[in-house]
Structures are given as C-alpha cells and as structure tokens.
DNA sequence: GGACGGTGAAACTTCAGGTTGCCTC
DNA sequence: GAAGTTTCACCGTCC
C-alpha cells in the first residue's frame, strides 16, 4: 500500500481532502450518512473555492426549476457556483439530473451525497470519500454493511481518463483506522438474503401467482416456493409451509381468494388488487375503511387512510414538537378517519400518528402552501414531496378502483377530486379550470383570481382578458378547446367564432 | 448605561434510499 | 451515537 500525504490546511479532513483533488485537477464524491450533513459538507467545501462563469450559469440553471426557488434550492445554486454540489432524495428530479450532468462534463468537481448515488450510473470521480461508515438504524448507529461500502468505494476511477481511482475512507482515530480496515478493506461482504422473506412481498406474490392462474391449489404454492432462493436459503421447509398456510388463510379471510374443494382460486377483488400491485394488507385496510365511510368523507381522512398504509412508509418522523400538535389535530377530526386511531399505549399509535403528519403535509400541498413552507414546516424537501405524491396517487387511484368493487358509488367523485387536487397542489375551488389542457395550479390560480372561476366563466370571458392573464397562446387553445376559433390578425387585434 | 455584535460552549433535535399502476371522458 | 443547529451567557465596543 502506497502512503500519500494531504496537506492539512483546514480543521476538516473532508475538505481538506476535496482541495488536495481539486489541486490534482480531479474530480470527487463524498458519501456522507444525512441530507443535512451532505448539504453542510458541499458547503463547506464551496467556502474554500471560488466561482467561475460556467458554474454561475449552472447555479442560474438550478434556481429556474421551481417556480419560486426555495431554500434548499438556493443553498445548492450557492455551491454550484464553486464547483461543488450536494445530492440526496430530497432534490428536484430536475435539478439531481443538472447536478450530474454537470459533473460529468467536469463543471461541477464535487458531489457530497447520501448512498443515492451510490448507486448510480458510472460518473468520472477520481476519489470516492466516504466519510461517515455508520447510520442510524435501530439500535442507534449502526455500521454499514460491507456490501454498501464496496458500492461507494467502486464509484472511484474512470476507465477512461484514470487507469486508477483512490476510495477514501475517513477514519476519526487510530483505533477506528484498524477497525474500518478490520471491517471494510479486509472483511468479506454480506450474504445477499432473499427479500422474498418480507411478509409484504409474500402476500402479494402468493396473491398474483394464484390471481393469474400459476397455482391454484396449496400444494403448487409450496411447490413453487420450496423451489425459491428464500427457500433455499431458509431450509425449514416446515416453517415454509406453515407461513405459506397463513398467507393463504389470510387472504380467504380477506375476501381475495377462495378455496373450494381444495382448489384456489382469486375473487373479483383480489384479481384488482393483484393487477393493482398493492400489498393485500393495504387492500385490506382500504376495503375496511371504505365500508366504514358515511355519505361523504373528508379530504384529511382519505388522506389519512393511504397514508396510513405500507407502501407510503418512510413516513415522516414524529418529533417531540410534533407531537402534542398532531394529538391535538387528532381530536380535532375524530370523526373523519377512516382509518381508527389505536389506543395511545399500543406500538401503532406512533406510526398512526405518523402517518395523520404525512397526510397534514399532502393536505396542506392541496392548500397551495409553497415547497419553502412545506420545508419548514414538515422537514420534507421538494425531491420528497414528489416522491409521496406519486404514490399517494397511485394509492388513490387503487382506492378508487376498490371503491368501485365495493359499490360505494357516492365515494368515487370525492375520491377522484382528492387525487386531481393531490396531482396538481390546488384547492378544491381551482378543480374545474384544470379542464382545460395547458391550464395547471399557477395559471388556475391567476385566472380564479381575476374572477374567471370555472368553465362557464371562460366562456364569458373576453379574449383580450384571458390574453392578459395567460398569455395569447394559452388563450387561444383554451377558447378553442371550447369549440371557439380564434382569428389573431396581425396587426394585434384578435377575433374569435364559435363553430359549432 | 444601554444597544449591539461577536464568540463559544451547552443544550437540543434529528437522522438513507426508491419500485410497482392506469388510460379517464 | 453524533453531526448540525439553536440557544444563551459572556464579553467587548460604540454611542
């Protein structure tokens, strides 16, 4: 092994390390263990270097992707124009792909990441820095597994201009020098365990091989399981069958599958939710809560019911300051959740909680609350919202398609509102400007504001005003989408006729 | 004497990531 | 368990 000596210029051995490969005219990833600490480190790094013509135009690039920047979008546009960058889930997809873009043609010298790019797909780094090798899991800091490690450190080196790259694990003490190395440089990796072994998964594979005809009596499914890798590596055929046997009963129990004369076969229901590609469980609980749903429900309960569900999981995190707040909100809605509220000493209470906080932050984005707020607010960045929000849709769309199956006709519209009011992030008020092609929350908003409320009221309206408010292009597809033909001349007068 | 600002230590607070589905006018 | 952030006491300076 070859000894190199860094000079130590600063108090942080990162940033330190990110100037000696600035020097070398390389390039460089840190692999860090929060969002936080990799927004802090790209930081810290960017306070070392300075600002070029290309990196500002980038940093310009990265404020235009959200229609009012928010904070985090301003701290990576402050890196940016240094040359360094951070990356994590909670960034705009947007803005992820500007941030790698740019690194791979060089303008960007350093990304502090969380594993998320770990990952990715191949990028020019010269050096892999990983920095933190412990994360918080159960039983507080845990150290990753080998496997993981192996995947940041491969992130060094490109074939095409390095016949080598340097992996940098940053060691706080002698002692833990020899333990990382102990661990991590001599240490052979994990054993890859079958996932198959989630109850989760389980379900919604027993339910979509007897769904789609694979199996259709008990002991195919042992069949089809025993010949797994779970299986193999589980070698108790014994305890095999006997979780096979709960699956199974399970989902006769909840009305997905039955069996008759020792044959299975899928319902209706459990036909959908196999096609749907949710968990039986979730089904389940969404099945129960619509059958619990009076006439009409709320937004927050609906909310709260796909929330409530695994698929949505990670959920927020309740904090301390959270909580008396959320208890409060509770008791404030009792009535509206369809989903019940456990006792408050029983181990769901926490994630109940959790999941009434991340249905407060979808409910409070249909109330049109900005990103910036929503950050402040729920702790949660743009990258993250958008994340929930595709899942909440596709939770809403299966609850939709459950409502359906359970003849709760006087549920679907509402249900149908809250998804279009989750897709876009707009009040109930806004639903039907969105009718119109082109039209989404920014230019609704503008034109409920000038007293332009609904499909009726465009009809009134004039030309010249709905130019004014969403510009002339816009406009004349919107008249047009209502059957009206629009005439520009050239000279800046416009006329329409209505063809019928 | 009081307003203001800088500094550093102590007290809190919070903690990674990403795949699934449909068509609907 | 530890990094990062917030809070707060303390001190010096200026008016």
Redesign the pocket.
């Known amino acids: 092994m070859k000894t190199q000596n860094i000079q130590q210029k600063t108090s942080n051995d990162v940033v330190d390390l990110a100037l000696d490969t600035f020097e070398k005219n390389k390039q460089a990833f840190i692999f860090?263990?929060?969002?936080?600490?990799a927004?802090?480190?790209a930081e810290d790094i960017a306070k070392k270097l300075h600002s070029t013509p290309a990196c500002e135009f980038i940093a310009q690039r990265i404020l235009k992707v959200l229609g009012s920047p928010t904070k985090q979008c301003k701290r990576l546009a402050d890196c940016v124009k240094k040359g360094s960058a951070f990356h994590?889930?909670?960034l705009h997809n947007k803005q992820r792909e500007i941030v790698e873009e740019e690194f791979r043609l060089g303008n960007i010298r350093f990304i502090s990441s969380?594993?998320?790019l770990a990952?990715g797909i191949s990028m020019p780094a010269f050096r892999a820095i990983i920095r933190d090798v412990?994360?918080?899991g159960k039983r507080?800091?845990e150290y990753i597994p080998v496997l993981?490690f192996l995947q940041m450190a491969g992130r060094a080196g490109r074939p095409e201009f390095d016949s080598f790259g340097e992996a940098i694990v940053v060691a706080?003490s002698d002692d833990e020098k020899e333990e990382l190395e102990e661990k991590y440089l001599l240490g052979e990796p994990e054993d890859i365990y079958s996932k198959l072994a989630v109850e989760p998964v389980l379900r919604t594979y027993v339910l979509s091989l007897i769904s789609a005809g694979f199996v259709n009596d008990f002991e195919k499914l042992n069949k089809f399981f025993s010949e797994t890798f779970w299986a193999h590596q589980f070698k108790d055929v014994g305890e095999l069958i006997r979780v096979m046997k709960r699956m199974k009963d399970l989902l006769i129990e909840w009305g997905f599958i039955q069996e008759t004369e020792q044959k299975l076969k899928a319902t209706y229901a459990g036909m959908r939710v196999a096609?749907?590609?949710i968990d039986p469980l979730t089904a389940h609980e969404f099945v129960k809560g619509l059958l619990r749903a009076e006439e009409k429900i709320s937004h927050l309960g609906i909310l709260h019911l796909i929330c409530n569900s695994l698929?949505m999981?990670?959920l927020l995190?309740v904090?301390?300051?959270d909580f008396e707040e959320l208890q409060e909100k509770a008791l404030q809605h009792d009535k509206e959740f369809l989903s019940l509220e456990p006792s408050e000493f029983e181990p769901e209470y926490e994630t109940w909680l959790k999941a009434l906080k991340t249905a407060s932050m979808l409910n409070d984005w249909c109330e049109e609350i900005s990103e910036d707020e929503l950050l402040k607010k729920y702790?949660v960045r743009p990258g993250?919202t958008r994340?929930k929000l595709?899942?909440a849709?596709?939770l809403l769309?299966s609850l939709h398609e459950l409502a359906k199956i359970e003849q709760k006709q006087n549920l679907l519209s509402q249900i149908n509102r809250a998804?279009l009011r989750l897709k876009y992030g707009i009040k109930e008020e806004l639903i039907p400007l969105l009718k119109f092609r082109g039209i989404g929350r920014v230019k609704a908003r503008k034109l409920f504001s000038k007293g332009i409320k609904d499909v009726a009221d465009v009809k009134k309206a004039e030309f010249e005003l709905l130019k004014n408010v969403v510009g002339e292009k816009l406009a004349t597809k919107v008249k047009s989408q209502l059957g009206e033909k629009v005439v520009i001349q050239k000279k800046g007068f416009s006329s329409f006729e209505v063809t019928e």
Do not use: F, I
């Open positions: 860090v263990n929060t969002k936080r600490s927004e802090k480190c994590h889930s909670g969380t594993p998320t990952a412990q994360r918080y507080g800091m993981e706080k096609e749907l590609y698929e999981r990670p995190n904090t301390t300051k702790n993250e994340a595709n899942l849709d596709w769309y998804r």
